[in-house]
C-alpha cells in the first residue's frame, strides 16, 4: 500500500486550503468584532458627554436627578444591543468554521475508508480479523464525530435561544 505523489500533493493543498478558510474566517470575525467595539466606545462616550451636559445643565436637584434615570434605560438597550452583535459573529465565525471541520473530517472519512479498501484487498490471507477491526475503529470514530457534532450544534441552538429570551428581557 502506498501513496503516491498525486494523493501527496492533492492532501496537502486541501490541507493548505482549511488552513487558508479557517484563517480568513477567524480574521473576518475579528475585523467585526474590532469594528463593533470601536463603534461601542464611540458611541458610549459621545452618550456619556451628552449625558454630563444633560445633567450638568439641569435648574434644580431633581430635574438633574431625573435626567440621569433617563440616561439609564437607552444605556441597558445598547448593553443588550452589543451583546446580541457579538453572539452573533461569534456564532457566525463558529457556524463557518464547523463546516469546514465537517468537509475535511468527510474527506478524511473518504481517505481513511479508500486505504482501507486498498488494504483489505493486498491484505494476506488470515488477516480478516485485523482488517474488521480496523473497520469497526472507523465506525466507532465516526460515530463518536457524528455524536459530537450533534451535541455540539445543540449547545450552540441552546445558547442562542438562550441569548435571544435574554435579549427580549433586556427589551
Request: glycine letters at 4%; zero cysteines.
Amino acid at each position: 500500500m502506498s501513496i503516491n505523489t498525486e494523493q501527496f500533493a492533492a492532501a496537502n493543498k486541501a490541507t493548505v486550503d482549511s488552513l487558508l478558510s479557517v484563517a480568513n474566517t477567524a480574521l473576518a470575525s475579528a475585523e467585526r468584532i474590532a469594528a463593533l467595539n470601536l463603534n461601542t466606545a464611540r458611541s458610549a462616550l459621545e452618550d456619556t458627554v451628552s449625558g454630563v451636559k444633560t445633567v450638568l445643565g439641569a435648574k434644580d436637584p431633581q430635574a438633574a436627578l431625573a435626567a440621569q434615570s433617563s440616561l439609564a434605560q437607552p444605556a441597558v438597550e445598547k448593553a443588550v444591543a452589543y451583546s446580541r452583535s457579538a453572539y452573533e459573529i461569534t456564532s457566525e465565525a463558529q457556524q463557518e468554521l464547523a463546516k469546514v471541520i465537517e468537509a475535511q473530517f468527510g474527506d478524511f472519512q473518504k481517505s481513511i475508508a479508500s486505504m482501507v479498501e486498498l488494504a483489505t484487498k493486498s491484505a494476506p490471507v488470515g488477516s480478516e480479523g485485523a482488517v474488521a477491526a480496523i473497520q469497526n475503529a472507523i465506525a466507532a470514530a465516526n460515530s463518536a464525530f457524528g455524536n459530537m457534532n450533534t451535541v455540539a450544534k445543540q449547545f450552540a441552538e441552546k445558547a442562542q435561544a438562550n441569548i435571544a429570551a435574554v435579549t427580549k428581557t433586556g427589551k
